[in-house]
Nanobody, 124 residues
């Protein structure tokens, strides 16, 4: 079974940096068509923060543009979200997703997978 697993969240002071990782594994992965990060703060809606296609086209939300960057390592089926100049309003649960083509139990599938989420807390 394909899984998407995040790592790298935590507590940081305002102005600091964190790097989140999101790795896809399991089954036989043929391609990662799109991978990215959403975030959701308490009492707020879910926001798409950044995404990247398998051929490297990145999209960054205006709210984090200039501070966050997304990159991918196709060989490792992993994407990274580098978060710099963090602000208290960046505090949220960050969830990774992947639109992945994979052979699972002998069947070719194209599915949307979610990670478990990782907490990012920025103190003022």
């Amino acid at each position: 079974q394909v899984q998407v697993v995040e790592s790298g969240g935590g507590l940081v002071q305002a102005g600091g940096s964190l790097r989140l990782s999101c790795a896809a594994s399991g089954g036989t992965i043929f391609s990662i068509n799109n991978m990215g990060w959403y975030r959701q703060a308490p009492g707020k809606g879910r926001e798409l923060v950044a995404s990247i296609t398998g051929d490297g086209r990145a999209n960054i939300a205006d709210s984090v543009k200039g501070r966050f960057t997304i990159s991918g390592d196709n060989a490792k089926n992993t994407v990274y979200l580098q978060m710099n100049s963090l602000k208290p309003e960046d505090t949220a649960v960050y969830s990774c997703y992947g639109d992945i083509t994979a052979r699972v139990s002998g069947i070719m599938t194209v599915r949307h997978y979610w990670g478990q989420g990782t907490q990012v807390t920025v103190s003022s």
